[in-house]
């Protein structure tokens, strides 16, 4: 059997969330971005980030780096508000890891109770302006780490 990491680049939990249950699908170790693993111990690697003003996770990026250094199997999972925008992150990431067997969109979940100041306004605003326009609440979405988990299985 395939030894898998997981290490999800995340801040305030859906990252984690996300993983973890791509994790029990898939027999994974789950980790956080901040956590240190040899990745040298492990046959395929999941990295998974959240997405910030439009930007990917910069704990991500430390990982891709040293996973294309490994040259492992990687595989690529994101967690961000806006499933609108999913195609437009999903290329963007393809550009980042053109190596990478599978990138998935899994959406995320916001929640503002867990944010302070700046982050909680942002929060909040991003909430309002979503319900205003008649747009649902982030969730994640266990079908795309379902097909997630067949496609490492494979
Ligand atoms: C300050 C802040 C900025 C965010 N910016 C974006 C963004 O630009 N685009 C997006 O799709 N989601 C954005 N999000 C939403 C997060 O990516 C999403 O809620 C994700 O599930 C968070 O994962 P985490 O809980 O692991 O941090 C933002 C969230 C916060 C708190």
Known sequence: MNNIL???????????KAGRKLG????GAVIEGKEKRDIKEYDIIVLGTNIR?????????KWLKAVKKADKPLYIYICGAEIEAQESHIQRMREEAPFANDIRY?????????????????????????????LSKPRILDKEIRELAASIKE
């Not at 029990?24 to 027999?27: A, D, F, G, R, Y």
């Not at 003003?53 to 990026?61: A, V």
């Not at 909680?120 to 302006?129: D, L, Q, V």
């Open 6 to 16: 997981i290490v999800a680049c995340g801040e305030f939990g859906a990252t984690l």
């Open 24 to 27: 029990e699908l898939v027999s």
């Open 53 to 61: 003003f439009n930007k990917f996770n910069k704990r991500f990026f």
């Open 106 to 134: 899994v959406w995320g979940e916001l929640d503002a109770s867990k944010a302070k100041r700046f982050k909680k306004y942002a929060i909040e605003s991003f909430i309002e302006g979503r319900k205003k326009d008649g």
